[in-house]
Each structure stands twice: as C-alpha cells, then as structure tokens.
Nanobody, 128 residues
Framework: QVQLVESGGGSVQAGGSLRLSCAASGITYRYNCMAWFRQAPGKERDWVASLSTLSSSTYYADSVTGRFTISQDNAKNTVYLQMTSVKPEDTAMYYC?????????????????????WGQGTQVAVSS
C-alpha cells in the first residue's frame, strides 16, 4: 500500500522560510518521480516542482524557480521542499505526489493526472 505523508507546513511571514517533508512508503522509492503540487482555495491544483529519485534531476515551475528547492534523502525515502523568500501568493495546501516512473518525463509530467499517488496535504500560510 503506497503511502505519502507530508509534514512541515505552518504559518510564516513573507520573506521567511519553511521546509516541507514527504515520507514515502509502499513503493520502490528509488524508481519514481516525486513532486510537490499546491492548491489555493478556489483554484486548481498547480505543479510546483518534481524530482527523479533515480537521477536526482529536478524541475521547477517558473513561479518558484530560485526560491524553492526540491531534494531527497534516499535513506529515509523522503523528499523535501525547501521554501525560501516566501510570498503571500505561496499560501496554499501543499501536496506530495508520486509517479511510478524512473523519470519525470524529462520535466513534462506536470499535471495531477500524471501522478498516481497523493498525500493528504500540509497547509502553508504566508502573511504579509
């Protein structure tokens, strides 16, 4: 049974930092594409970043490039999203997702339907 458990969300002031974690179980972690999505109230779920667990290749949405970093700890089957210089528009529920493929389709896997497994989400609130 695949399980993705997010943690690390909370409230932060604009300009601050936050690190989200996603612990994966029930999958062969080394051969997946892991991603972070976010969804603000009344809006669609948007792709934020993804990482190939085999090659460690990373891909980012334009809105977070240079501010967010996706990384992994293979020993812990965990992927992280380090958020820096956060903005009020980063406020959203953040979801971890997994795609059972050894790559992220070279960065083209960016829609919710590209990912088969999801966590429950962790809320991030950025105040101005």
């Amino acid at each position: 049974q695949v399980q993705l458990v997010e943690s690390g969300g909370g409230s932060v002031q604009a300009g601050g930092s936050l690190r989200l974690s996603c612990a994966a179980s029930g999958i062969t972690y080394r051969y997946n594409c892991m991603a972070w999505f976010r969804q603000a109230p009344g809006k669609e779920r948007d792709w934020v970043a993804s990482l190939s667990t085999l090659s460690s290749s990373t891909y980012y949405a334009d809105s977070v490039t240079g501010r967010f970093t996706i990384s992994q700890d293979n020993a812990k089957n965990t992927v992280y999203l380090q958020m820096t210089s956060v903005k009020p528009e980063d406020t959203a529920m953040y979801y971890c997702a997994a795609r059972l493929s050894s790559n992220c389709d070279y960065g083209r896997a960016r829609t919710p339907t590209d990912f088969a497994y999801w966590g429950q989400g962790t809320q991030v609130a950025v105040s101005s």
